[in-house]
C-alpha cells in the first residue's frame, strides 16, 4: 500500500495538517469547539514534546474535553489518526452522561467518526475570551490558575555563555493572555513572561513594561 492509500484510510484526515500547521507556527496547543449528544464542549489538544513519554507509539496529541456549562468539569484522553482514547470507561461515560451499558466497540468508534468531523486543519491564533483563557492555564503544565501576568525577565546565560530561551510553552501562553505584550517582547527570546495564581500580582502592560525598562538602565 502506498503513503497515499495509507493518508486515505485515516479517520481523522485534518489531524496531520493541523499538527504541522501548529509547528510551523510554534504552538504546542490548539482548542476548537466539539458538540457530541446535543451538549457543547471544548477540546483542548497539544502536541507531545519529543522528550516526552507517550501511552502509546503511536499516539500523536493529548486531549481534554471541557464542558462549555462548566469549565472545571473535564476528561483526559489522547489521539492517534484513527481514534479517541480514555483511561478508561467510567470517566467517558461520567463526562459524556452516556450509560454504561452502552459504551460497547461501536459507541467509541462512532463517537471517534463524529469527533474528526470537528478537527480543525489548521491552528487558528485568535480565540474567544474562554478559550484564551483554557489555553493560558493549560499550556504550562504546572499552576492553572496561575494566569495573571505580573513581569517580563531575562532568563540567564548558559554555562557556555549563550543566552537561555524561553519555552514554547511560556510563549503560547502569553500570546494567549496577553496578546499586545507579547508581540512587545516576542522576538527577544532570552525572555520569560511571568504568572500569578492571584489576580491583585497582576499588572497592566504598562507597569511590566516601565518594570523592565528601569532593570535595563
Known sequence: MTQENKKTKL???????????????????DSFPFRYKDRQYIVL???????????????????EFISRDNINNSVLGY???????????KDFCNFFNVKIGNANRDLFKDFSRIFSEFIPKEKVIDKN?????????????????????????RNGRK???????RSIENS??????RPELYEQYRKDENLS?????????????????????????
Open 172 to 177: 503560547n501562553k502569553a500570546q494567549a493572555l
Open 45 to 63: 489538544l497539544t502536541r507531545y514534546k519529543e522528550t516526552e513519554r507517550k501511552p502509546r507509539e503511536h499516539a500523536k496529541a493529548k486531549v
Open 11 to 29: 479517520l481523522f484526515k485534518n489531524l496531520p495538517s493541523l499538527l504541522k500547521d501548529m509547528e510551523r507556527k510554534k504552538w504546542i496547543i
Open 79 to 89: 489521539v492517534d489518526f484513527f481514534n479517541v482514547h480514555f483511561d478508561n470507561v
Open 193 to 217: 513572561f511571568f504568572f500569578s495564581d492571584k489576580e491583585e500580582d497582576k499588572r497592566r502592560n504598562e507597569e511590566i513594561m516601565e518594570l523592565f525598562s528601569k532593570r535595563r538602565t
Open 129 to 153: 475570551d474562554i478559550e484564551r483563557k483554557l489555553i493560558g492555564s493549560r499550556v504550562e503544565g504546572n499552576n492553572p490558575k496561575a494566569i495573571y501576568c505580573y513581569d517580563v525577565r
Open 159 to 165: 554555562e557556555d555563555g549563550s543566552t537561555n530561551k
